[in-house]
């Protein structure tokens, strides 16, 4: 049985469809990562799985039992999001926010116990965030600040991540080191991450399956070999896209090809 | 000092200490003012010297009544700013400055002139008169450009307004009642008594849903979709907050009229000292708010040498500076 199951998801803004009939499978355990060209719905369709965007048709189960059923504080038990941006208006520190992540698990008085500390401590050792827990988070770097959100997710405990493009504006030691967390932490607690990006190589490289969005339909889902072609990236992405294999990994590496170098090849190509 | 403190510890010393000033506050409220010899008074409270009848009637029917309306309406107005600064992420939000105030006011003047009861009918007419203020600035505030300065000029002006429309319907009225609330205009607590009791009866209940929703709120500090992540549910909880903040604020605004500030420098001082957490700001701003109005109102009603003056002059001489200081911090 899949711990994500969505059956023909149609999602909406307003009048206009944003995501039609996607149906997948997502497995306990799996790094799944989910691509395709801007305004694909990409992010919609990991708000509607945190249960931030209704559902316009189909199902969208988790441990099989509707997402609607959930009550509000269970579903943030169940999956935890890590947003694109956090609001650092007003100055909690890294320890402050870190502890929201207990929210869910918290009574009415919403007053966390020393296990909760020790939670909260526990998470941000594991993101190498402890050092600045007396910090405010608008002190904090775009890399610092990301691994401290993360903080949060895990101190949620969910046995699900959604992570939206978490290292959009990092630079590639901050993408790496937030990918290796990522990495680090599925192998030790079992958890399961889903994750939106717009970087198919960093994609390539952790996830064990993509699905590739276009117009809010599947073009293709499947592990990084199948999806990340030549043909398929040029198609959905409309513009050119070379695949070649990872010199050490063997995984697949999308190259960019700019415009006038594309035509170059197609010309060599028609006078072969 | 408070950073690293588990919030349970840090709940309990707040409190502690916060309950200590509103206790001194409260015995100086009732030993000090214009009429009496202020050790006497004490002499009174201790139970000691000869009992003294018209003593009696300074301490117990005049000042205790007062300082109990002081320290109501002056929580009410701390929580309540603190509740519309978060909300509406706006840290110069105050129920004075929005309009919110104002809007309770007018609703109130109408309730008298229609003959209501001070409750229910004045309570709710001025409640209504504060939600629909609510709105309106909310969505004047709403518009994409200008942000916070547009919410706050829209309360600005709404509130400008509703003082002329209080000023017209005192000159147009034949109301001897509705002539002697030129007060409205200028927050006055001297109308203390035993109609007072409604009122502390239904801030009570307030405060603790308050209380109760400090960690959504903190949440909700991050971001709405964060915040719904996990597990808060944003429209109830801003919602219920909302309505919450300008009931209290309406029914402080029943007895006590217009008084401007509380909202603003109360929370401000504590968030300074305290930090952003709203568990432990919610008693904080109940706490030091109470006893802020009740030194306020010590000062407005000692320091002219005949009669006493507004307790709103003296909490807007505070405030109106401050304002100006935090807008420029605001700026920069």
Redesign the interface.
């Known amino acids: 049985m899949s711990l994500i199951d969505l059956r023909a998801v149609s999602l909406q803004y307003g009048p206009r469809q944003v995501v039609r009939r996607v149906s997948l499978q997502i497995e306990q355990g799996e790094f799944f990562a989910i691509i395709g060209p801007n305004g694909a719905g990409k992010t919609t369709l990991l708000?509607a799985l945190?249960?931030?965007h209704p559902l316009h048709e189909g199902t969208i189960r988790i441990r099989q039992r509707p997402i609607d059923d959930y009550a509000?504080?269970?579903?943030?038990?169940s999956l935890?999001?890590v947003?694109q941006?956090?609001?650092a208006?007003?100055?909690?520190?890294v320890?402050?926010?870190v502890l929201?992540?207990r929210?869910?698990h918290?009574g009415?008085?919403?007053?966390?116990s020393?296990r909760d500390?020790e939670l909260a401590r526990q998470a941000m050792e594991f993101t190498e965030v402890l050092h600045l827990a007396?910090r405010r988070l608008g002190q904090l770097s775009g890399g610092e600040r990301q691994r401290v959100i993360i903080a949060r997710a895990i101190c949620?405990q969910s046995q699900i991540l959604l992570l939206d493009e978490p290292t959009a504006s990092l630079d590639p030691a901050h993408q790496l080191r937030i990918m290796d967390l990522m990495e680090r932490l599925r192998h030790r607690e079992q958890v399961t991450i889903v994750m939106v990006s717009h970087d198919l190589n960093l994609a390539a490289t952790y996830a064990d399956r993509l699905l590739l969005l276009k117009d809010g339909l599947v073009e293709k889902v499947g592990p990084p070999r199948e999806v990340l072609t030549s043909e398929q990236l040029s198609q959905s992405y409309g513009c050119t896209l070379m695949v070649d294999d990872h010199p050490q990994l063997g995984t697949p590496r999308v190259n960019l090809v700019p415009e006038k170098a594309a035509a170059a090849i197609n010309r060599d190509r028609e006078s072969l | 000092m408070f950073?690293?403190l588990?919030?349970?510890r840090k709940?309990v010393t707040v409190t502690l200490m916060l309950g200590l000033l509103l206790i001194a506050a409260i015995l100086l409220g009732l030993t000090s003012g214009s009429s009496g010899d202020s050790a006497a008074a004490w002499q009174h409270l201790l139970g000691r010297g000869a009992s003294d009848a018209t003593l009696e009637t300074i301490v117990w029917q005049l000042r205790w009544p007062r300082v109990v309306l002081a320290a109501t309406v002056g929580a009410a107005l701390s929580l309540g700013g603190m509740v519309f600064q978060?909300l509406l992420?706006n840290p110069l939000a105050e129920p004075y400055i929005l309009g919110v105030s104002g809007g309770s006011a007018v609703g109130a003047i109408l309730g008298i002139l229609a003959g209501y009861s001070l409750f229910p009918g004045l309570a709710l007419s001025s409640f209504a008169g504060s939600l629909a203020v609510l709105l309106l600035v909310l969505l004047l505030g709403n518009r994409r450009e200008g942000g916070g300065d547009a919410l706050l000029l829209g309360g600005v002006m709404v509130n400008a307004f509703c003082g002329a429309i209080i000023m017209f319907l005192i000159s147009v009225s034949k109301t001897v009642q509705v002539q002697k609330i030129i007060f409205w205009l200028m927050g006055d607590l001297s109308a203390a008594g035993t109609a007072s009791l409604p009122l502390l009866l239904g801030v009570l209940p307030c405060f603790l849903l308050i209380f109760?929703l400090?960690?959504?709120l903190?949440?909700l500090?991050?971001?709405r979709?964060?915040a719904?992540?996990?597990?808060?549910?944003v429209p109830a909880v801003t919602l219920t907050l909302l309505v919450t903040a300008s009931l209290m604020v309406s029914l402080t605004v029943c007895h006590s009229g217009l008084i401007g500030f509380v909202g603003l420098t109360i929370p401000h001082v504590l968030r300074l000292i305290l930090?952003?957490?709203h568990?432990v700001l919610v008693p904080a701003c109940i706490l030091a708010g109470a006893s802020y109005l009740i030194l306020c109102d010590l000062l407005a009603r000692s320091l002219p040498s005949q009669g006493e003056m507004a307790v709103g002059i003296v909490t807007a001489l505070v405030g109106a500076p401050l304002f100006v200081v935090l807008l420029w911090r605001e700026r920069r």
Request: hydrophobic letters at 40%; zero cysteines.
């Open positions: 708000k945190s249960g931030l509000k504080k269970e579903l943030a038990r935890a999001l947003p941006q956090v609001d208006g007003f100055p909690f520190t320890a402050e926010t929201m992540g929210y869910p918290l009415l008085l919403a007053v966390e020393k500390l007396g949620q | 950073g690293t588990p919030v349970y709940l978060a992420r109760l400090a960690q959504p903190n949440l500090l991050t971001g979709e964060s719904s992540a996990m597990g808060v549910n930090g952003p957490d568990r």
